[in-house]
């Protein structure tokens, strides 16, 4: 049995990237405004993320870590309209099977809050009062001890870097998504990248991209009917070179489909087809920067594609694609042919 586990754990939880992506979610998920995340050894030895959101009730810590518990649907008709991150119960009991976890919380009812030392298979195995205010943090501590061949696989150091880029990334993505957020991130003591509460969209991307480069973006919003699609963004000025990124560890592309970061290599690829055109630049070298995000009716998107949620089905994609290019065109001009 544990076994089993362990191997269907391995599916959610791939790297230190994915754990910090599913404890984040979680404190999204749970009203957070402010988030700390801090690694030790790139996160290896120790991942915590700290939130200030609504805590975990007493009676739900001794489930909250058990495979497919979760406090977020209770119908299939909420799945078909979600309004949060997670929904699948599995990512504190897989984290769980592969590391030593410790869950400090509290709700705005309790007195003070409490930590609780998890086991293997996600049951509390003792607890003690604690200082921390309102809200959760989850500590992580030597992940992956138990399957030295997944840590095997990250032990260079350049796969040690881009690890730290891609958590990075991950967290910039968020922080656009979500203005109202305060983030920091933290490796070995170091600030590696914070960013603070601001009003709008706008100034959140200004946040991650910076303002020289946001001089050279213009925004956009496009609305199609039947299929319904809203989308809205920036994307890169037409005669703008500042908005290019060389190397693909810095890639400052952001997609999300109703407000979750997803990889759509489609839309990728149409953005740089027309901007390059418009820029001649060489397309397999640039990366330029730009945030889209693509709402659709919650029915006519599933998150449910992947393991990790990375990548989403959308019913209408052809016509997602089609909305993407008449506001690209109108910006770029028409591709030849
Ligand atoms: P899911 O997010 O799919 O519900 P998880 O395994 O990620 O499943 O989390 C299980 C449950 O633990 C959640 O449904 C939620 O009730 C609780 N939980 C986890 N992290 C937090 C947090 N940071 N704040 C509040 N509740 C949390
Ligand atoms: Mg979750």
């Known amino acids: 049995a544990e076994t089993i586990r362990l191997v269907s754990s391995s599916q959610v939880i791939t790297s230190v990237v994915s754990v910090v992506k599913e404890l984040l979610e979680n404190s999204l998920d749970a009203n957070s ?15 915590e993320i700290r939130d200030n959101g609504d805590g975990i009730k007493a009676a739900d810590v001794p489930v909250a870590a058990v495979k497919h518990y979760t406090s977020k649907i209770s119908s299939s008709e909420d799945l078909e309209n979600l309004a949060t991150y997670g929904f699948r ?24 809050s409490t930590q609780y030392l998890l086991d293997r298979s996600g049951h509390v195995t003792s607890q003690k009062p604690s200082h921390l205010g309102q809200g959760t943090t989850v500590t992580v501590l030597k992940l992956f001890k138990n399957l030295p061949v ?89 005669s703008s070179d500042g908005c290019l990124t060389s190397h693909s560890s810095a890639e400052r592309s952001f997609i999300f489909v109703n407000n979750r970061p997803v990889h759509q290599k489609e839309i990728l690829k149409l953005v740089q087809q027309y901007y390059n055109l418009k820029s001649h630049k060489d397309s397999n070298r640039s990366h330029p920067v730009f945030f889209i995000n693509i709402a659709v009716p919650p029915s006519a998107v599933d998150v449910n594609l992947t393991p990790d949620k990375s990548q989403v089905f959308l019913h209408n994609k052809e016509s997602v694609c089609l909305a993407v290019e008449n506001v690209l065109t109108s910006l770029y001009g028409p591709l030849p042919g």
Not at 33 to 38: C, G, L, Q, S
């Open 150 to 238: 997944r840590k095997q696989f990250y032990s260079t150091d350049k796969k040690h870097k881009e690890e730290i880029k891609k958590i990075q990334k991950l967290l910039m993505a968020y922080g656009i998504i979500k203005p109202e957020l305060r983030i920091t991130f933290t490796h070995n003591k170091t600030v590696m990248w914070q960013k603070t509460r601001v009003s709008d969209h706008k100034m959140a991307f200004m946040a991650v991209v910076g303002t020289a480069v946001m001089s050279g973006m213009v925004p956009f919003q496009h609305h199609s009917e039947d299929p319904e699609v809203f989308l809205s963004g920036f994307l890169p000025k037409p």
């Open 33 to 47: 405004t402010n988030v700390d995340v801090k690694l030790e050894n790139y996160g290896f030895d120790k991942i």
């Open 89 to 112: 119960g599995e990512a504190l009991g897989s984290i769980c099977s592969m590391s030593e976890v410790l869950i400090t919380t509290k709700t705005a009812s309790d007195d003070f």
